[in-house]
C-alpha cells in the first residue's frame, strides 16, 4: 500500500481531487501519506483526524492538501475549511470520509475504495473509480511502477 501510494504521489499532476473511502482503519491515512511523500512532502504527515486540514508544501512545487470529513458535524462547515477554494492549479487534494461532503463533492475527481479481505488482516482490496470528463482529469495516474 505504501509503494502503490509513493507511485500516485510521483506520478500524480495537479490539479487533483482524490477521495480515499473505506470504513475505520481500513488504510486512508496510510494511503494520503505516502502519496503525499511521493509528491515530495518532506517530514511526518500526521494524521489530520482533529484539525481536519493539513497543507504540505513540497519539494516539487505541489501543494499537498489532505483533509480528514470524519468528524465533521455539518456539510455547513466545509465553507470554514475553504473547501470552494480548493482545486487550485498546484493542489493535490486528498480527503478521507468524502460521505460527510456528499453532495458537494467536486465534478471532477478520482477516488480510491479500500476494504477488507476476509481472513488476512494486512490484505486491503482496492477500488479505483474517476468521476467527470476524461480530459479535464489527467492528474491521476492509472498505471504506476510498483
Ligand atoms: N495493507 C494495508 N494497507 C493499509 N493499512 C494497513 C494494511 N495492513 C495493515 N494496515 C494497518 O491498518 C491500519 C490503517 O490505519 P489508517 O489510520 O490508515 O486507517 P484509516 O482508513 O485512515 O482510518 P480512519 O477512518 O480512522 O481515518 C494501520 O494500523 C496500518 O498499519
Ligand atoms: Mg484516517
Not at 47 to 51: A, D, G, H, M
Not at 86 to 90: C, H, S
Given at each position: 500500500m505504501i509503494r502503490w501510494g509513493n507511485a500516485i504521489g510521483v506520478a500524480a499532476r495537479t490539479p487533483l481531487f482524490l477521495l480515499l473511502r473505506g470504513p475505520?482503519?481500513?488504510?486512508k491515512s496510510v494511503l494520503a501519506r505516502s502519496i503525499a511523500q511521493g509528491a515530495g512532502v518532506e517530514g511526518a504527515v500526521p494524521?489530520?483526524?482533529?484539525?481536519l486540514v493539513f497543507r504540505y508544501p513540497s519539494s516539487r512545487g505541489v501543494e499537498v492538501v489532505h483533509m480528514d470529513?470524519?468528524?465533521?458535524?455539518?456539510?455547513?462547515e466545509l465553507w470554514e475549511l475553504g473547501w470552494q477554494e480548493?482545486?487550485?492549479?498546484?493542489e493535490l487534494v486528498l480527503v478521507e470520509w468524502p460521505d460527510r461532503a456528499e453532495g458537494m463533492l467536486p465534478e471532477h475527481r478520482w477516488e480510491i475504495t479500500l476494504g477488507p479481505v476476509a481472513g488476512d488482516r494486512e490484505a486491503r482490496m482496492v477500488s479505483v473509480s474517476r468521476f467527470g470528463v476524461p480530459q479535464d482529469l489527467p492528474?491521476?495516474?492509472v498505471s504506476v511502477d510498483l
Open positions: 475505520l482503519g481500513a488504510g494524521s489530520p483526524t482533529f484539525n470529513l470524519y468528524r465533521l458535524s455539518d456539510p455547513s480548493l482545486g487550485g492549479q498546484d492528474g491521476f495516474p
